[in-house]
C-alpha cells in the first residue's frame, strides 16, 4: 500500500480545507483570474506547504506520498489554477533550495516559502525557447564581481504574485549549450526585475502566468544556486519532479471529473431511463474508469521510487504521456456525456476540459516525453 494512516489522516485534514476555505471561492476566483495572497499563508499555517520538508526548515518531515495527497486533494477546489500555483511553489521552485542551497539560502527562501510568507515562481521558458531547454538565452554575465541578467522569461507561473523566482540563465557562451547554464535565485524586487504581462490563458485561469524581464539586474555570488555551469543537469532533476507531481494532480483532477461524471449519468434521464443505463455509455465509462486507475497505480508506483531516491527518467516521463492520453480521453467522453450542460461555463465538466489541457504542455510536450523515452529507455 502507498498510503498510511498518517497519509489518511492528512488527506481528511486536506480535503476538509479544501472543501471550507477552498471550493466555496472557486468561481469566484476563475472569474476575477486570481486567488489572493492569504491562500499561501494560510496553507503556510497549516503547514501545508512544507509537508515534506525537514523540520528544521519548518517542514513536516513526510515523504513523497504526502506531495501527492496535497496534489490529489486540491485537485478537489474546482479551481485547477489554485493547485497548480500551489504545486509550483512546493515542488517545482523550492525541491532545488533543499537540495542544492546554502544554509544562508535555506533561510532566506525555503523557510519563508514553507510559512507561505515569500511566493517562489521557476523561469526556464523564454519567448524563443520552450523544449529546447538547452538553448535558453537569458543571461547572467559576470561584471565587477557581480553577476548581471540580462533576458526575458515567459509563460511563468506565479509570475506576478512571485517574491522570488529560480531563474535558469546562461553564464557560459551559447555554444557552450547545457554545459553553460547556472541557476540562480533572483529577488523580485530587485531594480530591473519587472512583469511585462500577464497572460491571459486558455484554462487555468485562477493562476497567474506572466512574462517577466531582466534589465541588468545585479545578484551577487550569494545568488548562484549550486554550482555555475552545472543549472541544466540541476534542472533536469527538478523537471521530473515537476512532472511527477504534475501527473499526480492531473490523474487526480480526472478522477475527479469522472465522479461527477457518474452521478450525472446515474441521474440525467433520456427515453425514460437514466443515460448511464445505456450500454454504450456504460462502457464509455468502465473505460474511463480503467484507463484511470492503470494511470494512477502507474505514477503511484515511480513515485515509490523517487521517494527511494532512484530516478526513473524513462518512467516518470511515461506517466506524465500517459496520464497526459488519459486526462484528453476523460475530458473529451465527460463533457460528451452531459451533453449541451457539458458545454456550459457553469458547469465544473467544462473547466475541467479547459484546464486539463495544460498537462500536455507544461514542464515539457508530449512529444518532448516520447523523445526522452526513446533516447533513456530504447537507445534511440
Ligand atoms: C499555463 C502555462 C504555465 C506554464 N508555467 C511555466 C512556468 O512556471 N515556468 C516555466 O519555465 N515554463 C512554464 N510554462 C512553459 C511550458 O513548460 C512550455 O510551454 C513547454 O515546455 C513547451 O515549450 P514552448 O511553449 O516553447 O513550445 P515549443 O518548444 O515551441 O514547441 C512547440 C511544438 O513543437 C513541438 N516540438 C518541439 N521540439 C520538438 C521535437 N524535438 N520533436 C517533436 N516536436 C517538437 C512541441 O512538442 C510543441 O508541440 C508554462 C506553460 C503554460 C502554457
Known sequence: MHFSADHDALRETVRDFVARELRPHADEWEAAEGFPDSVFTRMGELGLLGLRYPEEYGGQGGDYFS???????MARCGSGGVGMAISVHTEMATPPILKWGTEEQKQRYLVPAIRGERIAALG???PDVGSDVAGIRTRADRVDGHWRINGSKLYITNGVRCDFILLVARTGSQEDGARGITLFLVDKKLPGFTVS???????MHSSDTAELSFNDVEVGDD?????VGQGFYNLMWELQGERLIGSAGSIAGAEVAFEETLKWCKEREAFGRPIGTFQVNRHKLVDLYTEITVAKNFVYSVAERWDRDEYPVAEISMAKLLVGRVTTQVADTCLQLHGGMGYMAETGISRYFRDSRLIRIGGGTDEVMKEIIAKTALGL
Open 197 to 203: 504581462r500577464k497572460l491571459k490563458k486558455l484554462g
Open 223 to 227: 545568488a548562484v544556486l549550486g554550482e
Open 124 to 126: 526556464i521558458t523564454e
Open 67 to 73: 506531495a501527492i495527497v496535497l496534489a490529489e486533494e
